[in-house]
Protein backbone atom coordinates (compact mmCIF):
# COMPACT_ATOMS: atom_id res chain seq x y z
CA UNK A 1 0.00 0.00 0.00
CA UNK A 2 1.38 3.37 -0.84
CA UNK A 3 0.03 6.94 -0.42
CA UNK A 4 0.32 8.56 -4.33
CA UNK A 5 -0.94 11.87 -5.85
CA UNK A 6 -3.89 11.41 -7.27
CA UNK A 7 -4.26 14.98 -8.91
CA UNK A 8 -3.19 18.56 -8.49
CA UNK A 9 -4.88 21.91 -8.96
CA UNK A 10 -3.39 25.79 -8.57
CA UNK A 11 -4.97 29.15 -8.61
CA UNK A 12 -3.35 32.18 -9.37
CA UNK A 13 -4.92 35.64 -8.79
CA UNK A 14 -5.76 37.66 -12.22
CA UNK A 15 -3.83 40.45 -12.20
CA UNK A 16 0.29 40.30 -13.50
CA UNK A 17 2.60 42.61 -12.04
CA UNK A 18 5.65 43.54 -14.13
CA UNK A 19 9.46 44.42 -13.60
CA UNK A 20 9.02 47.71 -15.42
CA UNK A 21 5.48 47.79 -13.16
CA UNK A 22 7.53 47.68 -9.72
CA UNK A 23 10.27 50.18 -11.53
CA UNK A 24 7.39 53.19 -11.88
CA UNK A 25 7.78 53.16 -7.72
CA UNK A 26 10.92 51.40 -6.79
CA UNK A 27 14.90 52.16 -7.64
CA UNK A 28 15.17 48.77 -9.29
CA UNK A 29 14.91 47.91 -12.93
CA UNK A 30 13.74 44.74 -15.23
CA UNK A 31 17.53 43.75 -15.86
CA UNK A 32 18.71 43.53 -11.76
CA UNK A 33 15.45 41.70 -10.84
CA UNK A 34 15.62 39.60 -14.38
CA UNK A 35 19.37 38.68 -13.82
CA UNK A 36 19.42 38.26 -10.37
CA UNK A 37 16.50 36.29 -9.96
CA UNK A 38 15.35 34.92 -13.08
CA UNK A 39 11.58 36.85 -12.08
CA UNK A 40 9.64 38.45 -14.75
CA UNK A 41 6.40 39.13 -13.39
CA UNK A 42 4.08 38.37 -10.48
CA UNK A 43 0.76 37.78 -9.66
CA UNK A 44 -1.08 40.13 -7.08
CA UNK A 45 -4.10 39.40 -5.40
CA UNK A 46 -6.38 43.08 -5.70
CA UNK A 47 -9.24 42.05 -3.35
CA UNK A 48 -8.92 38.18 -3.30
CA UNK A 49 -7.41 36.67 0.22
CA UNK A 50 -5.34 34.03 0.89
CA UNK A 51 -8.22 31.37 1.70
CA UNK A 52 -9.89 32.71 -1.36
CA UNK A 53 -6.67 31.26 -3.09
CA UNK A 54 -6.68 28.14 -1.25
CA UNK A 55 -10.26 27.41 -2.19
CA UNK A 56 -9.60 27.52 -5.72
CA UNK A 57 -6.75 25.59 -5.93
CA UNK A 58 -8.19 23.10 -3.20
CA UNK A 59 -11.29 23.04 -5.86
CA UNK A 60 -8.97 22.75 -9.15
CA UNK A 61 -7.20 19.44 -7.09
CA UNK A 62 -10.65 17.79 -6.22
CA UNK A 63 -12.24 18.14 -9.45
CA UNK A 64 -9.25 16.55 -11.15
CA UNK A 65 -9.37 13.35 -8.45
CA UNK A 66 -13.13 12.92 -9.64
CA UNK A 67 -13.29 12.14 -5.91
CA UNK A 68 -16.91 13.30 -4.44
CA UNK A 69 -15.96 15.51 -1.25
CA UNK A 70 -17.48 13.45 1.67
CA UNK A 71 -14.42 10.80 0.74
CA UNK A 72 -11.89 13.34 1.62
CA UNK A 73 -11.08 12.45 5.60
CA UNK A 74 -8.28 15.17 5.70
CA UNK A 75 -7.41 18.57 4.86
CA UNK A 76 -4.17 20.45 5.58
CA UNK A 77 -4.04 24.26 4.36
CA UNK A 78 -0.28 25.69 4.71
CA UNK A 79 0.11 29.42 4.84
CA UNK A 80 2.27 32.25 6.02
CA UNK A 81 -0.13 34.49 5.39
CA UNK A 82 -3.20 33.98 7.05
CA UNK A 83 -6.26 36.12 6.42
CA UNK A 84 -7.92 34.26 8.87
CA UNK A 85 -6.90 32.70 11.89
CA UNK A 86 -10.75 31.37 13.09
CA UNK A 87 -11.74 29.38 11.91
CA UNK A 88 -8.56 28.24 9.94
CA UNK A 89 -7.80 27.90 6.43
CA UNK A 90 -8.95 24.32 6.35
CA UNK A 91 -11.63 24.77 7.41
CA UNK A 92 -13.01 27.51 5.11
CA UNK A 93 -11.84 24.99 2.11
CA UNK A 94 -14.38 22.22 3.77
CA UNK A 95 -17.37 24.36 3.77
CA UNK A 96 -16.48 25.92 0.77
CA UNK A 97 -16.44 22.37 -1.24
CA UNK A 98 -18.53 20.94 1.01
CA UNK A 99 -16.19 18.30 2.40
CA UNK A 100 -18.41 17.27 5.37
CA UNK A 101 -16.35 14.27 6.70
CA UNK A 102 -12.72 15.50 7.27
CA UNK A 103 -10.35 16.71 9.96
CA UNK A 104 -8.89 20.06 9.34
CA UNK A 105 -5.86 21.99 10.21
CA UNK A 106 -3.64 24.92 9.29
CA UNK A 107 0.40 24.08 9.05
CA UNK A 108 2.92 26.90 8.78
CA UNK A 109 6.72 26.40 8.02
CA UNK A 110 7.07 28.74 5.83
CA UNK A 111 8.20 28.28 1.87
CA UNK A 112 8.94 25.00 2.96
CA UNK A 113 5.57 24.34 4.25
CA UNK A 114 4.12 22.09 1.28
CA UNK A 115 6.62 19.32 1.27
CA UNK A 116 5.65 19.50 5.51
CA UNK A 117 1.85 19.43 5.00
CA UNK A 118 2.72 16.39 2.21
CA UNK A 119 4.94 14.42 4.60
CA UNK A 120 2.23 15.27 7.55
CA UNK A 121 -0.63 13.96 5.25
CA UNK A 122 1.23 11.22 4.43
CA UNK A 123 1.75 10.22 7.97
CA UNK A 124 -1.80 10.48 9.26
CA UNK A 125 -3.06 8.57 6.24
CA UNK A 126 -0.69 5.90 7.52
CA UNK A 127 -1.44 5.66 10.87
CA UNK A 128 -5.09 7.20 11.09
CA UNK A 129 -6.32 5.40 8.26
CA UNK A 130 -7.55 8.23 6.00
CA UNK A 131 -8.16 7.18 2.34
CA UNK A 132 -8.22 10.61 0.57
CA UNK A 133 -6.48 13.56 2.28
CA UNK A 134 -6.53 17.59 0.16
CA UNK A 135 -2.94 19.27 0.84
CA UNK A 136 -2.78 23.03 -0.07
CA UNK A 137 0.04 25.98 0.22
CA UNK A 138 -1.51 29.04 0.06
CA UNK A 139 -0.27 32.71 0.18
CA UNK A 140 -1.12 36.33 -0.51
CA UNK A 141 2.94 37.36 -0.02
CA UNK A 142 1.49 40.96 -1.55
CA UNK A 143 0.35 41.75 2.41
CA UNK A 144 2.87 40.67 4.05
CA UNK A 145 6.22 42.32 1.86
CA UNK A 146 7.36 46.07 2.62
CA UNK A 147 6.73 47.47 -0.58
CA UNK A 148 9.10 50.27 0.14
CA UNK A 149 11.74 47.65 0.76
CA UNK A 150 13.08 46.66 -3.18
CA UNK A 151 15.53 44.06 -2.18
CA UNK A 152 12.59 41.99 -0.87
CA UNK A 153 9.82 42.90 -2.78
CA UNK A 154 10.61 42.09 -6.15
CA UNK A 155 10.93 38.49 -5.35
CA UNK A 156 7.35 37.31 -3.97
CA UNK A 157 4.06 36.85 -5.63
CA UNK A 158 0.81 35.27 -4.69
CA UNK A 159 -0.75 31.96 -5.17
CA UNK A 160 -1.98 28.39 -4.81
CA UNK A 161 -1.56 25.21 -5.65
CA UNK A 162 -3.14 21.42 -3.89
CA UNK A 163 -3.37 18.15 -4.71
CA UNK A 164 -5.16 14.75 -3.42
CA UNK A 165 -3.39 12.36 -2.00
CA UNK A 166 -4.76 8.66 -2.29
CA UNK A 167 -4.18 5.66 -0.49
CA UNK A 168 -2.86 3.09 -3.94
CA UNK A 169 -1.71 -0.22 -4.71
CA UNK A 170 1.44 2.27 -6.31
CA UNK A 171 4.52 2.83 -4.22
CA UNK A 172 3.92 6.95 -4.43
CA UNK A 173 5.86 8.46 -1.71
CA UNK A 174 8.84 6.47 -1.62
CA UNK A 175 10.86 9.05 1.17
CA UNK A 176 10.68 12.05 3.23
CA UNK A 177 13.34 14.42 5.05
CA UNK A 178 11.91 17.41 6.90
CA UNK A 179 14.61 19.73 8.86
CA UNK A 180 14.86 22.81 9.99
CA UNK A 181 18.12 24.27 11.37
CA UNK A 182 18.19 27.16 14.10
CA UNK A 183 18.08 31.04 12.48
CA UNK A 184 20.64 33.09 14.47
CA UNK A 185 20.14 35.88 12.78
CA UNK A 186 16.60 36.43 11.96
CA UNK A 187 18.11 35.99 8.14
CA UNK A 188 14.29 36.13 7.50
CA UNK A 189 11.74 37.15 9.58
CA UNK A 190 8.41 38.64 9.88
CA UNK A 191 6.48 39.66 13.13
CA UNK A 192 2.20 39.61 13.66
CA UNK A 193 0.78 42.71 14.85
CA UNK A 194 0.79 43.07 18.46
CA UNK A 195 -2.67 44.61 20.31
CA UNK A 196 -2.91 46.50 22.94
CA UNK A 197 -5.01 45.15 25.56
CA UNK A 198 -6.70 46.33 28.82
CA UNK A 199 -3.55 44.46 30.27
CA UNK A 200 -0.82 44.93 28.04
CA UNK A 201 0.36 47.33 25.93
CA UNK A 202 3.49 46.20 23.82
CA UNK A 203 4.85 49.83 23.52
CA UNK A 204 5.94 49.67 27.00
CA UNK A 205 7.76 46.54 26.28
CA UNK A 206 11.49 47.48 24.95
CA UNK A 207 11.86 44.67 23.22
CA UNK A 208 8.74 44.86 21.17
CA UNK A 209 8.51 47.66 19.88
CA UNK A 210 9.97 47.62 16.99
CA UNK A 211 8.53 44.29 15.68
CA UNK A 212 9.01 44.69 11.77
CA UNK A 213 5.19 43.16 10.78
CA UNK A 214 6.77 42.65 7.12
CA UNK A 215 9.23 40.21 5.25
CA UNK A 216 12.50 41.00 6.51
CA UNK A 217 15.34 39.25 5.05
CA UNK A 218 19.18 38.79 4.92
CA UNK A 219 19.08 37.36 0.95
CA UNK A 220 22.58 36.46 0.54
CA UNK A 221 23.04 34.20 4.19
CA UNK A 222 19.30 32.74 3.06
CA UNK A 223 20.83 32.04 -0.33
CA UNK A 224 23.77 30.12 0.80
CA UNK A 225 21.54 28.13 2.89
CA UNK A 226 18.82 27.41 0.66
CA UNK A 227 21.93 26.09 -1.74
CA UNK A 228 23.15 23.90 0.65
CA UNK A 229 19.78 22.90 2.15
CA UNK A 230 18.12 21.85 -1.29
CA UNK A 231 21.28 19.72 -2.14
CA UNK A 232 21.03 17.98 1.45
CA UNK A 233 17.83 17.40 1.11
CA UNK A 234 17.73 16.04 -2.12
CA UNK A 235 20.47 13.43 -1.21
CA UNK A 236 18.47 12.49 2.25
CA UNK A 237 16.01 11.44 0.31
CA UNK A 238 17.48 9.07 -2.60
CA UNK A 239 19.53 7.81 0.51
CA UNK A 240 16.43 6.70 1.83
CA UNK A 241 14.80 5.46 -1.01
CA UNK A 242 17.92 3.75 -2.72
CA UNK A 243 17.84 5.60 -6.05
CA UNK A 244 20.40 7.71 -7.54
CA UNK A 245 19.75 11.23 -8.36
CA UNK A 246 20.30 10.74 -11.90
CA UNK A 247 17.19 8.92 -12.34
CA UNK A 248 14.76 11.22 -11.19
CA UNK A 249 12.76 12.67 -14.16
CA UNK A 250 11.60 16.27 -12.47
CA UNK A 251 12.54 18.05 -9.94
CA UNK A 252 9.83 20.91 -8.37
CA UNK A 253 11.61 23.09 -6.65
CA UNK A 254 10.47 25.99 -4.32
CA UNK A 255 11.02 29.03 -6.66
CA UNK A 256 13.04 31.18 -4.77
CA UNK A 257 15.61 32.44 -7.18
CA UNK A 258 16.52 30.97 -11.03
CA UNK A 259 20.01 31.52 -9.55
CA UNK A 260 19.42 28.83 -6.37
CA UNK A 261 18.16 26.41 -8.51
CA UNK A 262 21.36 26.03 -11.22
CA UNK A 263 23.45 25.96 -7.92
CA UNK A 264 21.61 22.91 -6.39
CA UNK A 265 21.86 21.72 -10.35
CA UNK A 266 25.18 22.03 -10.70
CA UNK A 267 26.02 20.46 -7.08
CA UNK A 268 23.50 17.72 -7.91
CA UNK A 269 24.88 17.24 -11.03
CA UNK A 270 21.38 17.10 -12.14
CA UNK A 271 20.80 18.89 -15.77
CA UNK A 272 18.62 22.00 -15.24
CA UNK A 273 16.52 20.59 -17.88
CA UNK A 274 14.98 18.58 -15.27
CA UNK A 275 13.26 21.41 -12.81
CA UNK A 276 10.29 22.70 -13.37
CA UNK A 277 10.27 26.24 -13.16
CA UNK A 278 7.69 29.00 -13.07
CA UNK A 279 9.75 31.31 -11.26
CA UNK A 280 9.98 33.79 -14.04
CA UNK A 281 6.15 33.98 -14.30
CA UNK A 282 4.89 33.67 -10.83
CA UNK A 283 7.72 35.14 -8.36
CA UNK A 284 8.32 33.32 -5.07
CA UNK A 285 4.73 31.90 -3.43
CA UNK A 286 5.71 30.60 -0.70
CA UNK A 287 3.44 27.71 0.35
CA UNK A 288 1.60 28.40 -3.11
CA UNK A 289 5.68 27.59 -4.90
CA UNK A 290 6.20 23.86 -4.91
CA UNK A 291 2.46 22.82 -5.98
CA UNK A 292 1.93 25.68 -8.52
CA UNK A 293 4.83 24.25 -10.50
CA UNK A 294 4.22 21.00 -9.87
CA UNK A 295 0.38 21.42 -11.14
CA UNK A 296 1.81 23.41 -14.02
CA UNK A 297 4.32 20.42 -14.87
CA UNK A 298 1.60 17.84 -14.71
CA UNK A 299 -0.84 19.14 -16.79
CA UNK A 300 1.77 20.01 -19.29
CA UNK A 301 2.72 15.87 -19.54
CA UNK A 302 6.04 16.81 -18.22
CA UNK A 303 5.57 14.39 -15.10
CA UNK A 304 3.93 11.14 -16.36
CA UNK A 305 2.85 7.94 -13.55
CA UNK A 306 5.74 6.12 -12.75
CA UNK A 307 8.20 9.28 -12.98
CA UNK A 308 10.62 9.65 -10.16
CA UNK A 309 9.61 12.59 -8.74
CA UNK A 310 11.31 15.15 -6.40
CA UNK A 311 9.33 17.94 -4.17
CA UNK A 312 11.89 20.10 -2.39
CA UNK A 313 11.88 23.71 -0.29
CA UNK A 314 13.52 25.79 2.09
CA UNK A 315 12.58 28.52 3.82
CA UNK A 316 11.86 30.72 6.96
CA UNK A 317 12.90 28.97 10.59
CA UNK A 318 15.77 28.12 8.62
CA UNK A 319 12.93 25.12 7.22
CA UNK A 320 14.02 23.07 4.51
CA UNK A 321 12.86 19.32 3.30
CA UNK A 322 12.38 16.96 0.23
CA UNK A 323 9.54 14.66 -0.53
CA UNK A 324 10.37 11.82 -3.00
CA UNK A 325 7.66 9.73 -4.99
CA UNK A 326 6.99 7.56 -8.07
CA UNK A 327 4.45 9.50 -9.81
O1 LIG B 1 11.58 31.82 0.08
C1 LIG B 1 12.44 32.26 1.05
C2 LIG B 1 13.82 31.99 0.67
N1 LIG B 1 14.39 33.14 0.02
C3 LIG B 1 15.47 33.02 -0.71
O2 LIG B 1 15.96 31.93 -0.89
C4 LIG B 1 16.10 34.26 -1.25
C5 LIG B 1 17.59 34.07 -1.27
N2 LIG B 1 18.35 35.27 -1.65
C6 LIG B 1 18.31 35.81 -2.88
O3 LIG B 1 17.57 35.36 -3.73
C7 LIG B 1 19.29 36.92 -3.21
O4 LIG B 1 20.18 37.08 -2.12
C8 LIG B 1 18.60 38.28 -3.51
C9 LIG B 1 17.88 38.21 -4.84
C10 LIG B 1 17.63 38.62 -2.41
C11 LIG B 1 19.66 39.37 -3.61
O5 LIG B 1 20.63 39.03 -4.58
P1 LIG B 1 22.16 39.26 -4.26
O6 LIG B 1 22.92 38.88 -5.48
O7 LIG B 1 22.47 38.50 -2.98
O8 LIG B 1 22.25 40.83 -4.10
P2 LIG B 1 22.68 41.68 -2.83
O9 LIG B 1 21.69 41.54 -1.73
O10 LIG B 1 24.13 41.37 -2.52
O11 LIG B 1 22.58 43.15 -3.39
C12 LIG B 1 23.45 43.59 -4.46
C13 LIG B 1 23.12 45.04 -4.75
C14 LIG B 1 23.04 45.91 -3.50
O12 LIG B 1 23.61 47.18 -3.82
P3 LIG B 1 25.12 47.53 -3.39
O13 LIG B 1 25.15 47.43 -1.90
O14 LIG B 1 25.98 46.49 -4.05
O15 LIG B 1 25.31 48.90 -3.91
C15 LIG B 1 21.56 46.10 -3.27
O16 LIG B 1 21.25 47.30 -2.62
O17 LIG B 1 21.85 45.13 -5.37
C16 LIG B 1 21.05 46.12 -4.69
N3 LIG B 1 19.65 45.75 -4.81
C17 LIG B 1 18.89 46.10 -5.85
N4 LIG B 1 19.14 46.86 -6.92
C18 LIG B 1 18.14 47.03 -7.81
C19 LIG B 1 18.93 44.97 -3.98
N5 LIG B 1 17.68 44.83 -4.45
C20 LIG B 1 17.62 45.51 -5.62
C21 LIG B 1 16.61 45.75 -6.56
N6 LIG B 1 16.91 46.50 -7.65
N7 LIG B 1 15.37 45.20 -6.46
Avoid at 8 to 22: A, I, M
Avoid at 199 to 216: G, H, M, N, S
Avoid at 294 to 300: G, I, K, N, P, T
Wanted: charged share 20%; net charge negative; with cysteine.
Amino acid sequence: MGIQFLATGSYLPGDVVTNEDLAQFLDTSDEWITTRTGIKTRHIAKGETTSDLAVEAARAALSGSGLDPEQIGLVICATVSPDISVPMIAAKVKRALGIENAAAFDLNANCSSFVYTTTTAYSLMQTCGYEYALVVGADTNSQIVDWTDRATCVLFGDGAGAAVLAKTDAPGILATHLDCIIDREDALHCANKLHKTPFFDPDTVETLRERPDKIQMKGSKVMKFAIRAFTESAKIVTQKAGVQIADIKAIVPHQANFRILTSAAKSLGVPLERFCVNIDRVANTSAGSVPTALDEAVRSGVIQRGDLVLLAAFGGGLSSGAVLLEW
